[in-house]
Nanobody, 112 residues
């Protein structure tokens, strides 16, 4: 059974940091690129970042570039999204995607 399970979200003050995790199971995680997306209330889903299979190539949306790092540990079948200097506009449900599958999402709320 293919599963992607996100964790690490929460409430953080502006300027704070969070590291999101995406644990994969049921398929060979290392064979697939991984992407993070987010969706804020009332807005369309937004692509955030992509990492290739071995982690050597990463790309970011302009809205998070310079504040965010996507990474992966294929030995642990887990991907990560490190977010720094968080802003209220980063508030959203964050979901990972790999092999055409989606996780259920983790809520990130940036508020004082």
């Amino acid at each position: 059974q293919v599963q992607l399970v996100e964790s690490g979200g929460g409430l953080v003050q502006p300027g704070g940091s969070l590291r999101l995790s995406c644990a994969a199971s049921g398929f060979t995680f290392s064979n697939y690129a991984m992407r993070w997306y987010r969706q804020a209330p009332g807005k369309e889903r937004e692509w955030v970042a992509t990492i290739n299979t071995v982690g050597g190539t990463t790309t970011y949306a302009d809205s998070v570039k310079g504040r965010t790092t996507i990474s992966r540990d294929n030995a642990k079948n887990t991907g990560y999204l490190q977010m720094n200097s968080l802003k209220p506009e980063d508030t959203a449900v964050y979901r990972c995607n790999a092999n055409g599958y989606w996780g259920q999402g983790t809520q990130v709320t940036v508020s004082s």
